[in-house]
């Protein structure tokens, strides 16, 4: 089997994060028998410095004919990097947002996993932490508040403003079935997260969860308001597998449950449309401050390339591979410089992708 990737190496760190999950890919393809044919796909200030922009029609082509795309970061430092005196929408952040709109990526998913070998850095109780959590983060990432009607009027010399919350049931569905089949590769347990008791919004997402519940009779459904799931995750982050709940809870629960993980080199993530394809992405950015040092932390990308095989390729085993190599290696004390402590023997990107693969073998 031949596995068609897209990849979008970035800027800054992008490169040398990606080029250790490729090597990751292709040492699982070794194992588990598949190959990886790589499409690279310029995009950011890699674009702009090759065709002027940062996203070109003919790159978002050869996306839609991929059928999943891996991504390093986009990105320079505003201060100093030419992209930055361009206008907005000619800047590297720019291909970023066109590129999800054009793939409708609606549904976004955050892994927040704290290794028992790194509750170190989380600044969580060692009471609550031990034997470390894992959970997802499954956020609807192109309805709610954020592409609602909005306005701001002057009355009367008073200024107003507003936004509106809307959601169709359609748009409801569609994620809450991504976030059981995605349960379902998982423990099996779904908390959908709203504010039922104050916004009809949130009564409509209740509702249509409950129907698309009814197809996945394995697993369980609960459903918890918001402002509990906020004190939930510091209180007691294992009870969780699977969060699913609508773009902006979403978007200050992933933050926060990324925040009690402590280390940004580790973080995953992928955005699914309603097909198997995905984009894949470590959650950090590019890094310009290390970059080219042969310093960065490829944990994250390698650990989105895993997703990758088991969300849109199937293959759970090779991915479950990965995931427990990742784990080893951090149990035999190798880190990287952002994620160091004591004790612990210091590698470079390159070596951590390499001891990676020799752990996959
Ligand atoms: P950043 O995430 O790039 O860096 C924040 C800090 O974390 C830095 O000290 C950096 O060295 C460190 N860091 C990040 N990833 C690391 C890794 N893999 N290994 C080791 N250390 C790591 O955030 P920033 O500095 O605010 O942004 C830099 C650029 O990245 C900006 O242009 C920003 O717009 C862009 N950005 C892109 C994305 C994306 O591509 N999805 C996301 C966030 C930021």
């Not at 065709?51 to 839609?64: I, N, Q, R, S």
């Not at 079935?177 to 998982?186: C, L, P």
């Amino acid at each position: 089997m031949n596995l068609n990737i897209g990849v979008i190496k970035g800027d800054g760190i992008g490169p040398e994060i990606v080029a250790e999950a490729m090597k990751v890919l292709d040492q699982a393809g070794e194992v588990y028998g598949f190959t990886c044919s790589y499409e690279q796909l310029l995009m950011g200030g890699a674009s702009i410095d090759v065709h002027g922009v940062p996203l070109t029609d003919e790159t978002v082509a050869k996306a839609k004919e991929c059928s999943a795309v891996l991504m390093g970061s986009i990105g320079g430092d505003a201060k100093t990097s030419p992209w930055y005196q361009l206008e907005p929408s000619k800047r590297p952040e720019a291909g970023l947002l066109r590129i999800r709109k054009e793939l409708n990526l609606f549904a976004n998913l955050r892994p927040a996993v704290l290794y028992e070998e790194l509750a170190a850095a989380c600044p969580l109780k060692e009471e609550i932490t031990k034997g470390g959590f894992d959970l997802l983060i499954m956020r609807e990432l192109t309805g709610g508040l954020y592409f609602g009607e909005r306005g701001t009027v002057e009355e009367n010399g008073v200024l107003t403003a507003h936004d509106t919350l809307t959601y169709n049931e359609e748009e409801i569905r569609r994620i809450a079935v991504r976030a059981f089949d995605i349960a379902m590769k998982r423990r099996k347990n779904v908390v959908s997260v709203d504010k039922a008791n104050v916004l009809d919004s949130s009564r409509l997402w209740r509702k249509v969860v409950e129907e698309v519940a009814k197809d996945y009779p394995q697993v369980t459904l609960t459903h918890m308001l918001v402002d509990n799931c906020a004190m939930q995750l510091v209180r007691d982050p294992k009870q969780f597998d699977v969060i699913l709940t609508e773009n902006m809870f979403g978007d200050i629960l992933s933050d926060e449950a990324s925040m009690v993980t402590g280390s940004i080199g580790m973080l995953a993530s992928a955005s699914l449309n309603e097909t198997k394809f995905g984009l894949y992405e470590p959650s950090g950015g590019s890094a310009p401050d290390i970059a080219g040092k042969g310093i960065a932390n490829p944990i994250a990308t390698i650990l989105s390339a895993a997703m990758m095989l088991r969300y849109s390729f199937d293959q759970d085993k090779a991915a479950d591979a990965i995931e427990a190599a990742v784990s080893q290696v951090l149990k035999e004390g190798y880190r990287t410089g952002d994620i160091m402590s004591e004790g612990c023997s210091e590698v470079g990107t390159e070596q951590m992708g390499s001891l990676i693969c020799e752990g996959i073998r």
